[in-house]
């Protein structure tokens, strides 16, 4: 899946979450959170197997149950701490949703094939075909077909909710910004 296949499958989920839960729209942080977890098995994956050669494919490390069976609990113990857990359960249903998402539709009928890389590195992934490096990947590696389409209609969808929601995460961004760009106080020196 893209990633805005993969941001748009996480924010849905996530909005649904928030309105039942809470009776509200994400917040800004979490929203942010989200985002980063929706993206961050390829993060870690994409790079370290197409750039630097480190890992066999672009679905291991990053997209195992087993990393994440260590990384929703260090999340947990570090959002505590942080006073921050909301924005710790949006990046772990973030990253599993990125999970989810990256399993075949095939293996509703039972086909598990294609599903070995949630079990990396204890089950031996498929060959994949090699890529020159993320860009490569991006401009060359996945065609444009029916499924690619459906993403962007997806995301077109998790957009207009997302806006509906009132932009969360937006007015965080552009506090940063300001706060970058703007001469600091005297108190702030």
């Known amino acids: 899946m893209w990633p805005w296949g993969h941001l748009a499958v996480a924010y849905l989920l996530y909005t649904v ?11 800004a942080l979490p929203a942010l959170a989200l985002a980063v977890g929706s993206q ?17 494919g672009g679905r291991t490390l990053g997209h195992s149950l087993l990393f994440a069976a260590v990384l929703i609990p260090a999340v947990y113990v570090l959002t505590v701490r942080l006073e921050a857990r909301e924005a710790g359960v949006a990046f772990v249903l973030g990253h599993l ?3 989810l998402a990256d399993v075949p539709p095939s293996a509703l009928t039972g086909d598990l094939s294609g599903t070995e890389f949630l079990l990396w590195p204890l089950v031996e992934q498929p060959p ?8 490569e990947a991006i401009l060359h590696y996945y065609a444009m077909g029916p499924y690619e389409l ?19 995460g ?20």
Do not use: M, N
């Open 40 to 56: 961050f098995p390829d993060l870690i994956d994409k790079p370290l197997a197409w750039t630097f050669d480190v890992l066999p």
């Open 150 to 168: 459906f993403q962007f209609g997806l995301f077109g969808v998790a957009a207009y909710v997302w806006y509906r929601d009132g932009a969360p």
């Open 170 to 189: 937006t007015e965080f961004l552009f506090a940063v910004i300001e706060r970058g760009t703007r001469e600091p106080t005297r108190d702030e020196r």
């Open 17 to 27: 979450y928030t309105h039942r839960r809470f009776d509200r729209p994400p917040r």
């Open 128 to 135: 994949e075909e090699p890529v020159g490096g993320i860009l």
């Open 97 to 99: 949703s990125h999970l």
